[in-house]
Nanobody, 122 residues
């Protein structure tokens, strides 16, 4: 059974950093694409970043390029999202997702976690 559990969210001030974790189980981790998405109140869900399992390619939304970094620890079956220089507009629920074939934005992702809340406010 595929499971993804996000952690690391919280309340931070603008300019602060935060690292989210996505702990996974139930699938062959290094084969899967693992992505991060977010949804702010009243807005549609949007892709943030993705790490492709097959070749290590990474993808980022323009809004987070240069500030966020995705990484994966194959030994721990965990993906991280390091978020630096946080802005109020980064406030959202952050979700991780996994898929054996696709990595955002190249295609849909099948398995999802329940999310963790990040609030950036002074």
């Amino acid at each position: 059974q595929v499971q993804l559990v996000e952690s690391g969210g919280g309340l931070v001030q603008p300019g602060d950093s935060l690292r989210l974790s996505c702990a996974t189980s139930g699938f062959t981790f290094h084969y899967y694409g693992i992505g991060w998405f977010r949804q702010a109140p009243g807005k549609e869900r949007e892709g943030v970043s993705c790490s492709k399992g097959s070749d290590g390619s990474t993808y980022y939304a323009d809004s987070v390029k240069g500030r966020f970094t995705i990484s994966r620890d194959n030994a721990k079956n965990t993906v991280y999202l390091q978020m630096n220089s946080l802005k109020p507009e980064d406030t959202a629920f952050y979700y991780c997702a996994a898929d054996p074939l696709f990595c955002w934005p190249r295609g849909p992702m099948d398995f999802w976690g329940k999310g963790t809340l990040v609030t950036v406010s002074s």
